[in-house]
């Protein structure tokens, strides 16, 4: 193929045998430079790991690579283990960063790590786990950073010089493939400039009329427009504005016929024909209509996947992971909204999210320009905020760096008191103030005063719940004591089934807990007592945030799958989305995976625990499954 001038520049530098870090805009081929260094690293006879944020992502890469490179390719992504051995592995973050704190040994044979969307680092809820694997990388292996625009690519870049005194050579593209040309509906009229939208669209903001989706969409149609992406920030309403273009076909006769057996034909091999998603789904496929959300069925996301690098899906209705990563370009793209939610509150689309989203327009070698239309209502955003959106630099990426109980008790079994030696490593070190250096090191002493309160640490060594809870991120206190009170031994297969559900699941707003069965409230009630503990001292030391408490909404359903309901019948048991009822269930998997291949679980235990993964890791739960179809 013939590379660009940026992947020649990053390719010539990896001859050299630098590190790089890639930084260009959204559908610019970053990934070809990866694709490059795994053919050199297999020409070579090297091994190369590929991470990537979301488990969609690595199971699509997985995919990718698969029919490139055949039987090299392996993925680890906690409820997945497919050739764990490869010579191409490619897993989340987290996995990696739990490999290097817990098993460095096991990666002395990678040259390479291919950090994708390393952006992530910024990462309100995540970001820690990239700053934590940058900053004990092997000394041994190089890395490539694949990323939207960073506008402090310089000083992301000397920090990781600064920590492995080695050089990380910048590669930058500004420039589109295609370029991006936008549009707004507003007052229900489509207009081509910022200066039409001020005039027209602010001007008359008393007399404002609604945008009808019929509209746009028949503008599109009329102009050329399709196919196109609609990105929503709320899974509901990607269904019901999918379902409000009921009355269009989008069609022809023949690529009807087509779309339809090719829908039948995937939903036959996914196991998907009874379920009655994919049946109401159907009328949507047959006129040319999609919608894609986490809440769906993940094999059913897949067949709309599919089908949409056929061309035949039209118009597409998603949520804004859809951006990520996934190559799925179309003519154009529709934002619903200019905000969403992040995490804690609504806010207005950062810049580097919008331009995430908006690089979707615009098919290389197809479309001269992509096209990006945003549905404006006057009354809940203002014309400077869309100006700002468009024109103003990326947000520069900012540390998230809060080490966890479990890498915490990691780096002390390795450093002791020594620990604080590495938040100088970090990069919220080298962004940040005297000040916030001292809050950053208070809060990791307050994190260490509480494991020794608590009885993890005792005369500067890991006591065995700490080394049993030293492999479970994000729920290593409250396992932790329910291991050293003995009452995993106790529980029985189903209530360890309620429990590992009930640890991973966080309620929407507004979802409120349902009856449960007796056995399900004891543990509730104990769960309940060992938690409000953890939280008093974590307020007495000023941590934050407090550790998740468990929530038992999926208890019955739990229950009920291990005794071998359909999945169909389980879902009455819940409000929750099939989709994130099936992520759950991988989640707990991931919990007791590590349960059970702990050495301080007892062999009851790890019977226990092995028997419980077999009854929920079945038909459409099982990721690995919808993996090797």
């Not at 990866?34 to 690293?41: D, M, Q, R, V």
């Not at 309100?124 to 694997?133: C, D, P, S, Y």
């Amino acid at each position: 193929m013939e590379y660009d001038r940026f992947q020649k520049e990053a390719i010539q530098y990896i001859n050299e045998g630098f590190s790089v870090i890639v930084s260009a805009p959204t559908g610019a081929g970053k990934t070809a430079i990866a694709e490059y260094i795994i053919k050199e690293a297999l020409d070579k006879n090297q091994r190369v790991i590929y991470t990537a944020p979301l488990k969609a992502l690595s199971n699509q890469k997985f995919r990718d690579f698969n029919q490139q490179f055949k039987d090299k390719v392996g993925i680890l992504t906690g409820d997945v283990s497919i050739n764990p051995l490869a010579t191409v592995l490619i897993m989340t973050t987290e996995i990696f960063r739990n490999k290097i704190i817990n098993n460095p040994d096991e990666l002395k044979n990678y040259s390479w790590v291919i950090f994708d969307e390393v952006h992530f680092i910024d990462n309100e809820e995540r970001g820690t786990v990239w700053e934590e694997a940058l900053i004990f990388l092997p000394k041994h292996m190089k890395v490539l950073c694949l990323s939207a625009t960073i506008p402090n690519i310089e000083e992301f870049t000397s920090w990781i010089e600064s920590i492995h005194k080695k050089p990380l050579k910048i590669v930058v593209e500004n420039k589109r493939p295609v370029p991006l040309k936008f549009f707004f509906q507003c007052q229900n009229q489509i207009l081509e400039s910022l200066k039409d939208l001020k005039t027209t669209g602010y001007s008359y903001v008393k007399e404002y009329k609604p945008n009808r989706l019929s509209s746009l969409i028949n503008y599109l149609r009329n102009n050329y427009g399709l196919p196109c992406i609609y990105f929503v920030f709320s899974r509901k309403k990607t269904e019901d504005l999918a379902f409000e273009l009921y009355r269009f076909d989008f069609l022809n006769q023949k690529e009807k016929k087509e779309i339809i057996s090719l829908y039948q034909q995937l939903c036959q091999r996914l196991d998907l024909i009874a379920e009655e998603s994919s049946q109401r789904l159907y009328h949507l496929i047959a006129k040319g209509i999609a919608y894609h959300h986490a809440g769906m069925l993940p094999t059913l996301k897949e067949v709309v996947e599919q089908l949409f690098t056929t061309r035949l899906i039209k118009i597409i209705f998603t949520t804004e992971t859809f951006a990520l990563g996934i190559n799925m370009p179309a003519r154009s793209v529709i934002f619903d909204d200019l905000k969403k939610f992040y995490g804690r509150y609504t806010r207005i689309l950062k810049v580097r999210d919008f331009y995430q989203m908006a690089g979707r327009a615009g098919r290389r070698g197809i479309d001269k320009q992509g096209e990006v239309f945003l549905r404006i209502n006057p009354h809940r955003i203002g014309f400077d905020d869309v100006r700002r959106i468009i024109y103003e630099k990326p947000e520069d990426i900012k540390s998230q760096f809060n080490l966890c109980y479990a890498t915490i008790l990691n780096l002390y079994e390795r450093y002791q008191e020594g620990i604080f030696k590495v938040y100088p490593l970090s990069l919220h070190y080298f962004q940040s103030k005297k000040q916030k250096h001292q809050e950053a090191i208070r809060l990791l002493q307050a994190k260490l005063n509480l494991l020794k309160e608590l009885g993890y640490i005792k005369d500067n060594h890991l006591t065995p719940k700490a080394k049993f809870s030293s492999a479970l991120y994000g729920y290593e206190l409250i396992l932790g004591e329910l291991y050293e009170k003995n009452l995993l031994e106790q529980l029985d297969e189903g209530e360890l089934a309620i429990l590992s559900t009930a640890i991973v699941f966080e309620p929407r707003k507004n979802q409120h807990l349902r009856r449960i069965s007796k056995r399900a409230e004891k543990i509730n009630e104990i769960c309940q007592l060992i938690i409000k503990q953890i939280k008093q001292k974590e307020m007495k030391y000023r941590i934050y945030p407090l550790s998740k408490e468990p929530y038992f909404h999926l208890a019955a359903s739990a229950e009920a799958w291990i005794k071998g309901f359909s999945f169909h019948k389980i879902l009455e048991f819940t409000d929750t989305d099939e989709g994130e009822l099936i992520r759950y269930f991988r989640m707990a998997i991931q919990i007791l995976r590590e349960i059970k291949d702990s050495y301080f679980s007892s062999p009851l235990l790890k019977e226990k625990t092995a028997h419980l993964i077999s009854l929920i890791n079945r038909d459409i739960v099982d990721a690995e499954k919808q993996l090797r179809l």
